[in-house]
């Protein structure tokens, strides 16, 4: 744990860009190299990435660009490039390194290392290879049957693990802040990594909520926090349902485009919940994999988790127990998800439900029962009548990526 908090603290310090320790910066990598053994030579970097060429670049943020490499051991790695010109981007750099350097878990991208070579600042991960959820998902129907229903039920575990985990497990409450689909990596294994934590925040112990600037992407953030820059834990567990849905519609929230009477995707799969008509929104591509019981149970977290009154989203932690749990019964959304621009009015609950911290009520909405009778069960003749039902939706179609927030 000490040689933990030794490598954030010397991390810190040499990225305090444009400090008068600027100048030191190479003798103090080369001090922290010895120490924490996580410092890449720059030349080393420049070999892994082919003096990072165009041909290796994977994306490009706020921050700069990013490229993969292959060390000299076999090792592939992702290389996160600081671009000179962008301010903002010195603050989300800095940012991801310090929230990184202490973080350690299978469903959180891992930070291996950092180099500084005069003016070049860079991070070094662990490569994911099977590129980011919003890619399989939204942009090639070819890819997307790669994503069948026990991967995308295990991504959506996964992706809960990891929150639970930056949220109450990590050496400080984490909130990420944007959580969405281009930020879930898929390792060789399909198992989901959280990543970019540029805008991620370190949550004061105690607090429930604090007051900052807006800064996330249109679709993903919760209302409270778009209109009045509350944010609080209940902020990525309402991205969290955001994805869960996108991951059972094959749909982009934010670019929402069935011609149905429909806000969004979000509103669409309430008010086919609300009609017992939840089979309706699965991706047609999941016609042969799908379980019932499992997708209902998922529709329902992700309206559970989307819900306007960020006080009746249950905690991720009540997430990843639903989640590990025989599917069965579980609450009835008590409200519409949260739009930005509508208010919310705080829910009395009735009795038997629970919010982010109650219990699963004995009861079960007829959308459930609906739902789960059409689906993927063992008499031939439902099944048949699945498949017709579910081929008969409009293919998603989203030429249009990421809006991020302006701040």
Not at 204 to 233: D, F, I, Q
Not at 291 to 301: E, G, L, P, R, Y
Request: charged share 25%; proline share 4%; glycine share 8%.
């Amino acid at each position: 744990m000490r040689k933990s908090k030794n490598f954030m603290h010397n991390l810190l310090k040499t990225f305090k860009l444009g400090s008068s320790k600027e100048g030191q910066g190479e003798e103090d990598w080369e001090r922290i190299a010895a120490q924490e053994q996580k410092h890449f030579a720059f030349d080393a970097l420049v070999a892994a990435t082919k003096d990072f060429h165009p041909t290796h670049k994977l994306g490009e943020g706020g921050f700069g660009p990013v490229f993969r490499g292959k060390l000299e051991d076999g090792r592939e790695i992702a290389v996160k490039k600081l671009s000179h010109s962008s301010n903002q981007g010195k603050k989300e750099f800095t940012n991801e390194a310090k929230l990184l350097a202490r973080v350690q878990h299978r469903n959180v991208v891992n930070l291996l290392g950092y180099c500084a070579h005069g003016a070049e600042k860079l991070l070094v991960y662990e490569y994911v290879p099977n590129e980011s959820l919003d890619k399989l998902l939204f942009k090639s129907n070819s890819k997307k049957e790669l994503l069948d229903w026990k991967r995308r039920f295990d991504i959506i575990a996964g992706i809960a693990r990891g929150l639970l985990y930056l949220h109450e497990d990590s050496h400080s409450c984490i909130i990420h802040r944007d959580i969405k689909a281009s930020n879930i990596l898929l390792d060789d294994k399909w198992a989901p990594k959280i990543a970019d934590f540029g805008m991620a925040r370190l949550f004061p112990e105690g607090e429930t909520h604090v007051n900052t600037r807006v800064a996330g992407t249109n679709g993903y953030m919760a209302p409270e926090y778009v209109m009045h820059g509350s944010l609080s834990k209940a902020a990525d567990v309402y991205s969290f349902g955001v994805v869960v849905l996108e991951l059972i519609t094959g749909q982009r929230n934010s670019s929402f485009n069935l011609d149905v009477d429909a806000q969004n995707m979000l509103d669409w799969a309430y008010k086919m919940y609300k009609k017992g008509k939840s089979l309706e929104i699965v991706d047609t591509a999941l016609a042969s994999s799908a379980s019932a019981d499992q997708v209902a149970m998922c529709i329902q977290i992700g309206l559970l988790c989307t819900q306007g009154d960020p006080h009746l989203r249950p905690t991720m932690g009540r997430v990843v127990v639903l989640l590990s749990k025989r599917p069965g019964n579980l609450d009835e959304p008590i409200t519409r998800p949260g739009l930005p621009g509508t208010r919310y009015r705080r829910s009395r609950r009735p009795h038997g439900l629970s919010g982010s911290t109650g219990t699963t009520s004995g009861t079960s909405s007829t959308a459930m029962h609906s739902f789960g009778s059409g689906i993927n069960t063992r008499s031939a003749t439902q099944s048949t009548a699945t498949t017709t039902t579910m081929s008969s939706l409009p293919s998603p179609s989203d030429p249009h990526g990421k809006r991020p927030m302006q701040s």
